[in-house]
C-alpha cells in the first residue's frame, strides 16, 4: 500500500485516482502509524510552503516523513512535495523546510519588459540529465503540467535528474535513491503523467 | 518551453452541456462528462466547466459532475459561476477540480479573492472579466445601484478603477460586467484586472462581451491590454470563429491561453487540428 498525506491542501483527490486508475493500492492518510506501514509515500501538494510545513507539524508528521526517507522508503514528492525536501525556501520571509537535501527554494524573477509571466503555468518540456528508474517511460522533451512560481535550487547538483527552460532553466525532477521528486503534476499530466504513477507503483513494488 | 494552452469551455447548466449565442440562446449539447473526455482525447490543454445552473439547491450538480470528470480525466480542470464562498471553492477543489473561476463574487466582495488566495493558493484562484467596449462619448452615467458600495466607500480605490468619461481618455476603454453579462459596474477593465492580480489572483479568464458568440473573433485590443497590464497568464476569451483567431489571440493579443467553446464543441475544428495550425505557424503548442 502507497500512503499519500492529506495534510489539508491540494489536489489530494487527483492525486488517489490516478494511483487507482494504474493499479495501484493507495490510501489517503494523515495518520503517520499508516504511513510507517506503508510501502511507499507521495506527498502531492499545491499552495503555500510555510502552511505545507505548518500543516504537517501540526500533524506530527515532519518526523515520521523525514524517518522513513532516510530509511530509504521510496518517495513521491509533487511540486510542493518535491520543495520541502530543501532546506529552506524564501516564500514569504525565509521559512525552513525538511532539509533532506541542501538547498533553497527561490522566486522566478524576470526583468522589467519581460513577457514571462507568474506563475509558470502550463505545459512545458522536460530534458533528463539522467533518467531515473520511475521515469522508464519517459520520452526526453516531453511535456508536462506546471504551475508553481518557486523552483528548488539544489546545491549537490548529483540529484538534478530532469531541467525545464522558463526564462532560466530550472530543476524539474530531483532524484535520489529511493527520492523521487517533480515540480510538475504528473496527475495533471494526461497518459504521460499517469505512467509516472505507474512507474513509482513498481518501483515501490520491487 | 512553456506552449500556448488551447481550452475548451463547456457552459453546464443543470448538469447538461448547453452553449449560448451571447449568454441568451441557449441549446442543449451532451453530457458534460463525455465532452470532457472527448476533449482529453484530443489533447485538449485544460477544460473549463462554467457552470450556469441558476437555483443554489441544484448547485451540488456541478460537484457530482466535478467528481466523474476527475475519475477519468487527468488534465487541469477549472471550474466557474455561482462561486460564493470559501466553502464553495473548498467543496470543489475537493471533488477533484484545480482552480476555480469567479467573477461577480469578486466584484461584489475584492477582498474574497485575496482571503481565497491566502487560504488555497493565487493558483489556483482565477479571476473572470466580463469585459464590454464603452461606445458612448458622453459616458452613461450608471445605475449608482451598480457601482459596488465598497467602491463607493473608497476615494482612493474609485479614482483607479472607475471608468472617467471617455472625453478624458487617450486609450479606449472597457467597462466590468457581472451576472454572465446582464451589469454593467461601472468599473474600468484594465484597472481592475492589475486590482486582482495584486489582491492574489494567479490568472484573468478575459472575455469580451461584443465578441462573445459572434464568431468574430477575439477583441485584440483588450486582450493585449490586459495581458500588457498584469504579469499573471492571461486566457482569451469570445468570439473564436476559426484557426486565425486563435493565432491573433495569442499573437496580437498576447494571450497565454485561448478558449473557444462553439467551434470545438460543434466539432468545426478538432483541438489537434487548432494545434496543427499553430504549430505551423511557429506558436510552439503541445501535440
Known amino acids: ?206 | 518551453m512553456l506552449a500556448k494552452r488551447i481550452i475548451p469551455c463547456l457552459d453546464v447548466r443543470d448538469g447538461r452541456v448547453v452553449k449560448g449565442v451571447k449568454f441568451l440562446d441557449i441549446r442543449d449539447a451532451g453530457d458534460p462528462v463525455e465532452n470532457a473526455i472527448f476533449y482529453d482525447e484530443q489533447g485538449a490543454d485544460e477544460l473549463v466547466f462554467l457552470d450556469i445552473t441558476a437555483s443554489h439547491e441544484k448547485r451540488k450538480i456541478i460537484l457530482d459532475v466535478v467528481e466523474r470528470t476527475a475519475t477519468d480525466v487527468f488534465m487541469p480542470l477549472t471550474v466557474g459561476g455561482g462561486i460564493k464562498s470559501l466553502n464553495d471553492i473548498r467543496d470543489l477543489l475537493n471533488a477533484g477540480c484545480d482552480k476555480v473561476s469567479i467573477n461577480t463574487t469578486a466584484v461584489n466582495n475584492p477582498e474574497f479573492i485575496r482571503e481565497a488566495a491566502e487560504r488555497f493558493g493565487s493558483q489556483c484562484i482565477v479571476v473572470a472579466i466580463d469585459a464590454k467596449r464603452v461606445h458612448d462619448s458622453r459616458f452613461e452615467i450608471r445605475d449608482p445601484e451598480e457601482i459596488p458600495d465598497w467602491l463607493k466607500n473608497s476615494k482612493e480605490l474609485s479614482e483607479i478603477l472607475c471608468l472617467q468619461p471617455l472625453a478624458f481618455s487617450l486609450q479606449p476603454l472597457w467597462e466590468v460586467y457581472t451576472h454572465g453579462g446582464r451589469r454593467p459596474k461601472g468599473i474600468n477593465a484594465i484597472e481592475w484586472a492589475k486590482y486582482m492580480e495584486e489582491l492574489g489572483a494567479g490568472e484573468i479568464l478575459l472575455t469580451s462581451m461584443d465578441r462573445d458568440g459572434t464568431k468574430e473573433g477575439f477583441d485584440l485590443e483588450l486582450t493585449r491590454a490586459v495581458s500588457e497590464a498584469v504579469s499573471i497568464p492571461v486566457i482569451a476569451s469570445g468570439g473564436v470563429g476559426n484557426l486565425e483567431h486563435l493565432h491573433e489571440g495569442i499573437v496580437k493579443g498576447k494571450a497565454d491561453a485561448v478558449l473557444a467553446a462553439s467551434i470545438f464543441h460543434y466539432r468545426e475544428y478538432t483541438i489537434r487540428e487548432a494545434k496543427e495550425y499553430l504549430r505551423n505557424k511557429g506558436i510552439p503548442v503541445r501535440l
Open chain 1, 1 to 206: 500500500m502507497i500512503a499519500i498525506v492529506d495534510y489539508g491542501m491540494g489536489n489530494i483527490r487527483s492525486v488517489e485516482k490516478g494511483f487507482i486508475k494504474v493499479g495501484a493500492d493507495v490510501r489517503v492518510t494523515s495518520d503517520a502509524k499508516i504511513i510507517t506501514d506503508a510501502k511507499g509515500i507521495v506527498l502531492p501538494g499545491v499552495g503555500a510552503f510555510r502552511d505545507c510545513i505548518k500543516n504537517l507539524d501540526n500533524l506530527k508528521l515532519l518526523d515520521t516523513i523525514v524517518k522513513e526517507i532516510q530509511k530509504g522508503k521510496p518517495y513521491l514528492g509533487i511540486c510542493l512535495g518535491l520543495q520541502i525536501l530543501f532546506t529552506e525556501s524564501e516564500e514569504f520571509g525565509i521559512c525552513r523546510g525538511l532539509d533532506v537535501f541542501k538547498g533553497r527554494v527561490v522566486k522566478f524573477r524576470f526583468g522589467a519588459g519581460s513577457d514571462l509571466k507568474i506563475p509558470h503555468m502550463g505545459w512545458n518540456t522536460v530534458k533528463f540529465v539522467k533518467k531515473p528508474p520511475v521515469f522508464n517511460e519517459i520520452q526526453d522533451n516531453a511535456y508536462f503540467y506546471f504551475v508553481h512560481s518557486y523552483y528548488v535550487v539544489p546545491d549537490d547538483k548529483g540529484i538534478v535528474a530532469g531541467v525545464t527552460e522558463y526564462g532560466i532553466e530550472f530543476t524539474s525532477i530531483v532524484w535520489k535513491d529511493n527520492i523521487f521528486a517533480t515540480q510538475f503534476h504528473p496527475e495533471k499530466s494526461q497518459e504521460l503523467g499517469l505512467k509516472i504513477l505507474k512507474g513509482f507503483n513498481e518501483f515501490v513494488q520491487i
